[in-house]
């Protein structure tokens, strides 16, 4: 079951993954460090992950959370951050949703 809450203050999401490590969950913490052009989360906007695709907060609005899941999944096992690049060029960002090109970095850690 995936919940999705992206409204959510940062403190509320900080929060709700702390909740998940207290009940023994595994959780990814996925956080945008900075953006170009046309970005529908500002930097500093979470997303957390634990290791059944549970969520809450959002990095994008939903355009590249799919992606953001499949790659905090994989640092939840091998606990190796990474920072991801996405970015679309204005003929594409129509395709996925966006009004206009732009570019987003999402840090994405295991919280231990």
Known sequence: MTETT?????DDILAQALAWRKDGRKVAL??????WGSAPRPAGSQLAIDETGRMVGSVSGGCVEGAVI??????IESGKPKTLEFGVTNDEAWEVGLAC???INVFVEKLD
């Open 30 to 35: 996925a956080t945008v460090i900075t953006t």
């Open 70 to 75: 499949q790659e905090a999944l994989e640092i």
């Open 6 to 10: 992206s409204a959510l203050p940062a």
């Open 101 to 103: 090109g732009g570019k």
